[in-house]
Antibody, heavy 119, light 105 residues
């Protein structure tokens, strides 16, 4: 069955860096667009980043543009989110999710990891 | 922009519950609904405005097209306590989610 397992969260000081990983299984990773979505404590869902199946197209939300980078590795069937220059407002649970098609809905989600940015 | 209403509701077991999502412009039927239980990741409920995702109970249904959409729970069950989000798709990012509707018993 489709599985997405997120890791790499934790506590980091403002200005610090963190790399999230999303290990996938149960489907052909290279056939699917993938995304990162976050949820600040007590808030709604906010899209963060998105990458095409072949890695040649990617998007980042304005709020993270220039600080976060989405990437993927077909050798390990993994999705990544490199987060630099972290701010207090980046504190959130981060989810990876599989796009059912292209610019479509997210049909499977990882369990999420908490990233806390605090001094 | 996707506007959901109400932001929260309280209903009794067995009640019919309706949640509304309004798009700022016409989006045909490119709308999905997700359910997020407390402390858990969101799960896909409905896509193409009215198609149930695999394994979703038939008490859930979706309707609408263009700008106005509805998620209905025909008979509220204890396991339906969750926050529900709509999501407009079929367009390049940024992706937009509704603000969420918290359903309580």
């Amino acid at each position: 069955q489709v599985q997405l397992v997120v890791s790499g969260g934790g506590l980091v000081k403002p200005g610090g860096s963190l790399r999230l990983s999303c290990e996938t299984s149960g489907f052909t990773f290279t056939d699917y667009f993938m995304g990162w979505i976050r949820q600040a404590p007590g808030k709604g869902l906010e899209w963060v980043a998105y990458i095409s199946a072949t890695t040649n197209v990617f998007y980042h939300a304005d709020s993270v543009q220039g600080r976060f980078t989405i990437s993927r590795d077909s050798a390990t069937n993994s999705l990544y989110l490199q987060m630099n220059s972290l701010r207090v407002e980046d504190t959130a649970v981060y989810y990876c999710a599989r796009d059912r098609g292209r610019y479509s809905f997210f049909d499977f989600w990882g369990q999420g990891v908490l990233v806390t940015v605090s001094s | 922009q996707m506007t959901q209403s109400p932001s929260s509701l309280s209903a009794s077991l067995g009640d019919r519950v309706t949640i509304t999502c309004r798009a700022s412009q016409g989006i045909s039927d490119y709308l999905a609904w997700y359910q997020q239980k407390p402390g858990k990741a969101p799960k896909l409920l409905i896509y193409e405005a009215s198609t149930l995702h695999s394994g979703v109970p038939s008490r859930f249904s979706g309707s609408g097209s263009g700008t106005d959409f509805t998620l209905t729970i025909s008979s509220l069950q204890p396991e339906d306590v969750a926050t529900y989000y709509c999501h407009r798709y079929n367009t390049a990012p940024p992706f937009t989610f509704g603000g969420g509707t918290k359903v309580e018993i």
